[in-house]
Nanobody
Framework: VQLQASGGGLVQPGGSLGLSCAVS????????MGWYRQAPGTERELIAR???????WYLDSVKGRFTISRDNTKNMMYLQMTTLKPEDTAVYFC???????????WGQGTLVTVSS
């Protein structure tokens, strides 16, 4: 299984950006999928995840601004980001996990820069 994240770029504060994560296999097999981000000098943090059944969780700092979704028919996952802030600047990684006892599959990361 391979994951390919895309959609990063430069956006002004208050702007919006959408990230996509394409999965080579069937995401129906993935129990949980989500997004981490890592800002310079910080640890990677989980910001959003979605279960096979569509149950979502968000980090408090992005709740109400970011929306995670998955399309099982297209083997795609998305992260719609609105009202972006400079502190959202980071490399964003998508992941997928078929079972809690198994390791995650990871995408390569896509850089999001929020700056005027």
């Amino acid at each position: 299984v391979q994951l390919q994240a895309s959609g990063g770029g430069l956006v002004q504060p208050g702007g919006s950006l959408g990230l996509s994560c394409a999965v080579s296999g069937s995401i129906v097999d993935m129990s949980v999928m989500g997004w981490y981000r890592q800002a310079p000098g910080t640890e990677r943090e989980l910001i959003a995840r979605i279960t096979r059944g569509g149950v979502t969780w968000y980090l408090d700092s992005v709740k109400g601004r970011f929306t995670i979704s998955r399309d099982n028919t297209k083997n795609m996952m998305y992260l719609q980001m609105t009202t972006l802030k400079p502190e959202d600047t980071a490399v964003y990684f998508c992941y997928a996990n078929p079972h809690p006892d198994l390791p995650n599959y990871w995408g390569q990361g896509t850089l999001v820069t929020v700056s005027s």
